[in-house]
């Protein structure tokens, strides 16, 4: 039974166990008979992140590549996650317009979101993390990381890492294409190499009367990227625009059908790094949001919400390789600020944003990381331990260690185990919100977990398995409640929560066996159970989870010019909701999705392209109120240029 108390996590233990974790490889170090058992070479550190050296020699870390993007009828970030392993891709409405992201079990809130390293997380409501104007063309590769990594990435890292990663070298191309529901896409992708520096420029423009009346939306992408490299410094700027119009409709309220929302994201960010015995690898970001809500579309006077928040950060590191390892020292530091007219504290004096529209309220926090990474490698063993100190303003300090192991039973065979604390704070709309429905708290504390996890890993030239079981023990996470007999949701922490798990990954290239026509074919499966029920109260989120998820894909070249690519999905879901038709409480049904996409390629200049998603025209919902599209179709051209 989930118990609404809140309650401190005690960690006097893991305090002693993180001190433990760094001396361990020091000692190791200096050991002259440890030393011989050390590999002598130095390895070569692949930064996928900002701050870490953190990558599959340490942990399971789960790619989605370009050549499987591209090959997919998937068109949007949360389309591609919706086959990707234990993923949760939720969505209000279609083509990504809101999209809430969970990993293995978790809440879309405590799923951290990274664009090329760098944070794209909402501080005012995880309903806004996939607002990245990045379109599919751009990414080469997603890396997911399933399981807690606090340690590492700091805050809303709880459940799970997504970092996309953007190309370097972009194929320049116009695409073209048309859609059901007077569906119209356009994009330019445009590459610029020059002698120092490498530039790409993309812009998107998507719109459609919607598949039902309430569901029509305008969408905008810019994003700009270039690359240069003085001596053996590299650096990296990325800036980019989302904007999106859209018919909300019951995405907050049955009551209330006929709303409305607009949002628009602003980013850049700076990366300066250098690799060698003695690197750097320092990122400077900033993040603004825009949201405006309308309860009433034709009538917007009656209830609008109005919501800007800003994120500014400077993350520093310094890399230390030698013999024996490699070692890792940084800090972050970082400011999350909102203005709002319903989120926040009273403002001193109102900010006139519109009309009589105003910004009254508001908050701010600083949060500072300080962390300390030791990468150690022996014959057959890697060890990746680290803490990090979490400074918060608003909540306090809290210490996160972990440790990662990597052991090789055999040339294609390793074993993986971690122990990690992980943590999420809360967003301001938890803490502040209030309207005739909801209600936040302004007592709530962040959740914290201890993530447990043992995997393994089999490599071969044919194919790549690997499998994890996991539990991860969560205590004070945060959710909305609404208690029998009341009408209103109000934000609270729960007591403990275990979740456990276990997740099942393999890709074979078929073309390699036996010389088909049949490229890959891919296999996942997960599973997570939350050992709680609620007692007189009724979740929105936490007890709200994917409890299996089952995906297929196969690519195969039916010639030499068509390409067929094929993927099917099955959702069970725990949960329940209200169904306004009937007025009684439902469960979740269990379904299968299919999408497909037909290529053909006209010659090297032109590509035909087919994409069909919801194949068999399933009805399904993600959210209990908010039925999705049935089968959808659309046609399409992409050219060079």
């Not at 994009?187 to 569901?215: A, C, M, R």
């Not at 972050?332 to 529209?357: H, Q, V």
């Not at 508001?362 to 057959?380: L, M, P, Q, V, Y």
């Given at each position: 039974?989930?118990?609404?108390?809140?309650?401190?996590?005690?960690?006097?233990?893991?305090?002693?166990?993180?001190?433990?974790?760094?001396?361990?490889?020091?000692?190791?170090?200096?050991?002259?008979?440890?030393?011989?058992?050390?590999?002598?070479?130095?390895?070569?550190?692949?930064?996928?992140?900002?701050?870490?050296?953190?990558?599959?020699?340490?942990?399971?870390?789960?790619?989605?590549?370009?050549?499987?993007?591209?090959?997919?009828?998937?068109?949007?970030?949360?389309?591609?996650?919706?086959?990707?392993?234990?993923?949760?891709?939720?969505?209000?409405?279609?083509?990504?317009?809101?999209?809430?992201?969970?990993?293995?079990?978790?809440?879309?809130?405590?799923?951290?979101?990274?664009?090329?390293?760098?944070?794209?997380?909402?501080?005012?409501?995880?309903?806004?993390?996939?607002?990245?104007?990045?379109?599919?063309?751009?990414?080469?590769?997603?890396?997911?990381?399933?399981?807690?990594?606090?340690?590492?990435?700091?805050?809303?890292?709880?459940?799970?890492?997504?970092?996309?990663?953007?190309?370097?070298?972009?194929?320049?191309?116009?695409?073209?294409?048309?859609?059901?529901?007077?569906?119209?896409?356009?994009?330019?992708?445009?590459?610029?190499?020059?002698?120092?520096?490498?530039?790409?420029?993309?812009?998107?423009?998507?719109?459609?009367?919607?598949?039902?009346?309430?569901?029509?939306?305008?969408?905008?992408?810019?994003?700009?990227?270039?690359?240069?490299?003085?001596?053996?410094?590299?650096?990296?700027?990325?800036?980019?625009?989302?904007?999106?119009?859209?018919?909300?409709?019951?995405?907050?309220?049955?009551?209330?059908?006929?709303?409305?929302?607009?949002?628009?994201?602003?980013?850049a960010s700076l990366n300066i790094n250098k690799k060698g015995n003695i690197g750097f690898n320092n990122n400077f970001y900033w993040r603004m949001h825009?949201?405006?809500?309308?309860?009433?579309?034709?009538?917007?006077?009656?209830?609008?919400?109005?919501?800007?928040?800003?994120?500014?950060?400077?993350?520093?590191?310094?890399?230390?390789?030698?013999?024996?390892?490699?070692?890792?020292?940084?800090?972050?530091?970082?400011?999350?600020?909102?203005?709002?007219?319903?989120?926040?504290?009273?403002?001193?004096?109102?900010?006139?944003?519109?009309?009589?529209?105003?910004?009254?309220?508001?908050?701010?926090?600083?949060?500072?990381?300080?962390?300390?990474?030791?990468?150690?490698?022996?014959?057959?063993?890697?060890?990746?331990?680290?803490?990090?100190?979490n400074i918060n303003s608003t909540f306090g300090n809290e210490w996160f260690p972990g440790i990662d192991i990597n052991y090789e039973v055999s040339k294609n065979l390793n074993c993986y185990l971690s122990i990690n604390k992980s943590m999420r704070t809360p967003n301001f709309t938890e803490l502040y919100y209030t309207s005739p429905t909801n209600e936040g708290n302004i007592n709530l504390v962040p959740e914290q977990s201890i993530s447990k996890e043992i995997g393994f890993k089999l490599h071969k030239k044919v194919h790549t398995t690997s499998i994890s079981i996991f539990e991860r023990k969560g205590e004070n996470l945060i959710d909305w409640i609404l208690f029998d007999g009341d009408s209103i949701w109000r934000t609270q922490n729960l007591n403990k929560i275990k979740t456990t798990g276990i997740e099942l990954n393999s890709k074979i290239n078929l073309k390699k066996v036996f010389n088909s026509k049949i490229n890959y074919f891919k296999f996942m499966y997960a599973s997570n159970n939350v050992d709680t029920v609620s007692n007189g109260f009724r979740s929105a989120y936490v007890l709200d989870h994917l409890k299996t998820n089952l995906s297929f894909s196969i690519n195969y070249n039916l010639s030499n010019n068509f390409t067929l690519d094929w993927k099917m999905s099955y959702q069970e879901r725990i949960g329940d909701f209200l169904d306004p038709n009937t007025e009684k409480i439902k469960n979740f049904e269990p379904f299968w999705l299919t999408s497909m996409r037909l290529t053909k390629d006209i010659n090297s200049n032109f590509k035909l392209f087919l994409d069909i998603n919801n194949l068999f025209n399933v009805k399904y919902s993600d959210f209990g109120t908010i039925e999705q599209p049935g089968r959808w179709a659309r046609i399409g051209l992409k050219t060079k240029i």
């Open positions: 039974m989930v118990c609404l108390v809140v309650t401190n996590l005690k960690i006097e233990k893991m305090k002693k166990i993180s001190l433990f974790i760094l001396i361990i490889p020091h000692l190791i170090i200096n050991s002259s008979l440890a030393q011989n058992f050390l590999k002598k070479n130095i390895e070569e550190v692949t930064i996928t992140s900002n701050r870490s050296m953190y990558n599959e020699e340490f942990k399971i870390v789960h790619t989605i590549d370009a050549k499987e993007i591209k090959n997919s009828a998937n068109q949007t970030i949360a389309d591609i996650l919706e086959f990707a392993i234990n993923i949760d891709s939720r969505e209000r409405g279609g083509q990504g317009i809101q999209s809430d992201i969970s990993v293995r079990g978790g809440t879309f809130e405590q799923t951290l979101i990274l664009i090329n390293g760098i944070k794209m997380n909402d501080p005012q409501t995880g309903h806004h993390n996939l607002n990245i104007p990045v379109s599919p063309e751009l990414i080469e590769r997603i890396e997911i990381i399933t399981g807690g990594a606090s340690r590492i990435y700091g805050n809303y890292a709880y459940s799970g890492v997504i970092n996309i990663i953007t190309k370097e070298n972009l194929e320049s191309s116009i695409i073209l294409s048309k859609g059901q529901n007077n569906f119209n896409h356009g994009e330019i992708n445009f590459n610029l190499p020059t002698k120092n520096f490498n530039q790409i420029f993309h812009f998107s423009n998507k719109n459609s009367d919607g598949y039902v009346e309430g569901t029509d939306y305008k969408m905008y992408n810019f994003y700009y990227q270039v690359k240069t490299k003085i001596n053996d410094i590299n650096s990296t700027i990325n800036a980019g625009i989302n904007k999106k119009d859209f018919g909300a409709l019951n995405f907050y309220s049955t009551k209330y059908p006929n709303q409305f929302e607009k949002t628009k994201t602003t980013f825009e949201d405006e809500f309308i309860l009433f579309r034709d009538n917007p006077s009656v209830y609008q919400n109005f919501h800007k928040t800003n994120v500014i950060g400077l993350d520093l590191n310094v890399i230390k390789k030698t013999n024996l390892g490699t070692f890792l020292l940084g800090a972050e530091m970082s400011s999350n600020s909102i203005l709002s007219n319903n989120l926040g504290e009273d403002l001193n004096s109102p900010i006139l944003i519109a009309a009589e529209n105003y910004f009254d309220k508001g908050d701010n926090r600083t949060i500072t990381n300080i962390f300390a990474e030791n990468n150690i490698s022996f014959e057959r063993m890697k060890i990746s331990a680290g803490i990090m100190l």
